[in-house]
Every structure is written in C-alpha cells, then in structure tokens.
C-alpha cells in the first residue's frame, strides 16, 4: 500500500475522520458525564445542607417545647396550690356558716321561749288587771 494510493488515502482519512469524530463523541460524554456529576453533586449538597437546617430548627422546637412544658407545669403547680388554698378557705367558711347557722338556730329558739315567756306575762298581767278591777267595783 501506497501512500499515494487513492484507497489507501480513503482508508487513512476515514481513519482519521473516525478518530476525531470519537474524540468529539468522548470529549461531549465526558461534558455530559461531568455535567451530570456537578448536578448530582450538586443536589447532595443541597440535600445536606437542608438536613442540617432541618435538623436545627428541630433542635430549637425541642428546646421551645421544653420551655413551654416547664411554664405549663409551673402554672399547673400555681393553680393546684390556688386550688388548694381556695378549697381550704371554703372549708373554713363552710365551718364558719355552720357555726352561724347553730347559734342562729339557738338565737331563734330563745326567742321563742322569750315570746312565751312575755305571753305568759301577759296573760297574767291582764289576769291580774282583771282581778283588780273586779274587786273594785
């Protein structure tokens, strides 16, 4: 085969032609390839970097939770000893109305014995008025 030869520089230029068209071929692929990793890469870190926030936020919610659950319970303690206070004040005073009641009850029952009493003098009084004034006459 001779250079000169018109089949043998079919074949060398078709070699030729063939090589550059894979190196194109090679050099869009590997763009391609590359372009796919860094987008790849690319959401991971992305990814990643949302996790992390996730994460935080997550933290920081924990942390208002447990706030907010010890103010609950602090204000839950207040009201229980409140409530019991209040209980305690009401037994007292229920104690108290009781008391108050029994010497009413008492206050009214000398007084109806005082009524009767003043009846009874009464009577005699215009009993006697009434002997009195027969004799009298």
Same mark, same amino acid.
């Given at each position: 085969m001779n250079? =000169?030869?018109?089949?043998?520089?079919? #074949?060398?230029? %078709? #070699?030729?032609? !063939?090589?550059?068209e !894979? *190196?194109?071929v090679t050099s869009i692929l590997s763009g391609v390839g590359l372009g796919l990793l860094l987008i790849i890469g690319g959401c991971a870190v992305l990814a990643g970097f949302g996790?992390?926030?996730?994460?935080?936020?997550?933290? *920081? !919610?924990? #942390? =208002?939770?447990?706030?907010? /659950?010890?103010?609950i319970n602090k204000e839950i303690a207040s009201l229980q000893a409140r409530n019991a /206070?209040?209980?305690s004040?009401?037994? %007292?005073a229920g104690a108290q109305l009781a008391k108050q009641?029994?010497?009413?009850?008492?206050?009214k029952s000398q007084l109806n014995r005082? /009524?009767?009493?003043?009846e009874?003098?009464?009577?005699?009084?215009?009993?006697? /008025?009434? @002997? %009195?004034? @027969?004799? *009298?006459?």
């Open positions: 250079p =000169t030869n018109p089949t043998a520089l079919n #074949v060398k230029r %078709s #070699v030729d032609r !063939q090589r550059k !894979q *190196r194109a996790g992390f926030v996730l994460w935080k936020q997550i933290q *920081r !919610q924990s #942390v =208002t939770v447990d706030q907010m /659950e010890q103010r /206070e209040l209980s004040g009401l037994e %007292s009641l029994s010497l009413l009850e008492q206050a005082h /009524e009767k009493d003043v009874t003098v009464r009577r005699r009084l215009s009993i006697l /008025e009434g @002997d %009195s004034g @027969d004799r *009298r006459r």
